[in-house]
């Protein structure tokens, strides 16, 4: 089968309120329609994950991310920097979330956390079916992340509606999450990419007008 073919049938999956075990650039993730309220309710199931904490997200552009974030024109004009400078890649943006967003993806909050993974894998699936997917780490809530293939069948091949290998291995750590507002932005989890450094990026290109 070949790699388009694997990811169209695995978008209608996911159109079908399917729930898939994908590998991203950082971690094997749980990828299901962002939107779908039943999709996600298998998500957590299949994670045992705290009804409390919200999903993140996984969008193959800005233009997607706008399904799910509704933002000040000066919020939009941080995070579009921030999204030219770091998507694809390891930053994580929370951002204000449109209303009527299911209550499991944001687990009743007005934030939503989103990103553009750099593998081909999520890109290919958040593009075919054309919205967000979640992209919440691919493991049972409190146990370490998967980065083995054969690891990932062991736990959540009965939980799951299938596992996509394609494409390359996770290289292992976590984004960088930043909140952003129309005030600037805030470290809210440090990973692969320093804080230090996406700090710089804005005060290279001046401040929001």
């Not at 890649?89 to 934030?111: K, Q, W």
């Not at 979640?134 to 509606?161: F, H, K, Y």
């Not at 990419?193 to 401040?207: D, Q, S, W």
């Amino acid at each position: 089968m070949n790699f388009q073919t694997e990811i169209n049938r695995a978008a209608e999956t996911l159109a079908q309120g399917g729930v898939l075990a994908i590998p991203t650039d950082t971690l094997y993730g749980l990828a299901a329609d962002a939107l779908s309220p039943d999709a996600l309710d298998r998500v957590y199931a299949a994670k045992g994950r705290p009804a409390d904490m919200p999903l993140p997200v996984l969008v193959s552009g800005w233009e997607q991310a706008l399904q799910v974030v509704s933002v000040s024109p000066e919020a939009e004009l941080l995070a579009g920097r921030l999204a030219e400078a770091y998507w694809p890649g390891s930053l994580t943006m929370v951002l204000p979330a449109i209303p009527g967003l299911p209550e499991r993806l944001t687990a009743g909050r007005d934030t939503v956390a989103v990103r553009m993974p750099d593998h081909p894998v999520p890109l290919a699936l958040a593009t075919a079916l054309g919205r967000p997917i979640t992209g919440t780490s691919a493991n049972r809530s409190g146990e370490p992340d998967i980065t083995d293939p054969d690891e990932l069948r062991r736990v959540l091949a009965p939980r799951v509606d299938g596992i996509i290998v394609s494409g390359p291995k996770p290289v292992g750590g976590a984004s960088t999450i930043v909140a952003v507002s129309s005030d600037g932005i805030s470290l809210l989890r440090e990973g692969v990419l320093p804080y230090e450094r996406v700090l710089a990026t804005l005060e290279t290109v001046g401040p929001v007008d």
